[in-house]
């Protein structure tokens, strides 16, 4: 697990009987922050853990995903949105698979020729960059995932998934 940033945008006081403090109780705090951390980390034991740590209670009262990965608040729509445009256009819109591939992986532009010869499954030179890479023809369109590897003493970039048809 890995924080890489927790800023704290504003603290306010809640005094008892108010915002679901009873009356009998001491006070509380809202503290409203900002997370960036890595996948697989729980939140909401960041706030219990901060409680701990101040002496105290500390719970969520409200989370927002702002991104996953690469995909971020600007790609997202509504349950109500998706199905209303899915209604009107007798199909749901997804984002581009390009697009998508741009938000997960690193990118390779292709020239029209290395294009050509993914989609025959060949392989083209390496990319220089570690993992799966998208390969984005010229056109703008996802022609293949590809992956540098050595093949009889050379360096070269091998097709994992070719999606742009022969």
Request: glycine share 12%.
């Amino acid at each position: 697990m890995t924080v890489s940033r927790f800023d704290v945008h504003d603290v306010r006081a809640v005094p008892p009987g108010t915002d679901g403090v009873p009356g009998d109780a001491p006070g509380a705090l809202d503290v409203d922050v900002t997370v960036v951390c890595s996948s697989g980390t729980y939140v909401r034991a960041l706030a219990r853990d901060l409680g701990a740590a101040l002496g105290t209670g500390g719970h969520l009262t409200a989370l927002r995903r702002t991104r996953v990965g690469g995909y971020g608040l600007d790609l997202a729509v509504t349950l109500e949105d998706a199905e209303a445009q899915a209604d009107r256009d007798g199909v749901l819109a997804t984002v581009p698979l390009a697009t998508a591939a741009r938000a997960a992986f690193a990118v390779r532009e292709l020239t029209a020729a290395e294009a050509a010869a993914l989609s025959y499954g060949q392989w083209v030179s390496p990319s220089g960059q570690p993992g799966a890479v998208a390969a984005i023809g010229p056109g703008g369109e996802l022609v293949a995932l590809v992956e540098d590897t050595r093949r009889r003493g050379e360096d070269l970039a091998r097709p994992v998934l070719v999606l742009a048809p022969a």
